[in-house]
């Protein structure tokens, strides 16, 4: 027998729980429209087997989607800028 002589206590679990403290869900929720379009842009360029070769350079959707981003954000800030002057 591999226990033979451990003094092994059968009341105890063999796998107690884990005492770790979960961290807090979050509510699901929507992101803003300039995190979408980053979200967009960075998926892509893991996803896509072109922009993912650092020799071949970015595919066009690419550029698009850096485009986007730029403009959602540009605007999100002179937005921003606006309504604090």
Known sequence: MANAGKGV????P?????RAVRPALAAP????????AYEAWARHQVDCGV?????????QAMGL?????D???????RRVADESA
């Open 65 to 69: 989607l850096r485009r986007r981003w």
């Open 29 to 36: 929720r929507r992101l803003s429209p300039v995190q979408e």
């Open 9 to 12: 206590d059968v009341h105890e």
């Open 51 to 59: 922009c993912r070769n650092v020799d071949a350079g970015p595919c």
């Open 71 to 77: 403009a959602l954000a540009g605007a999100a800030v």
């Open 14 to 18: 063999a796998n107690p729980p884990s």
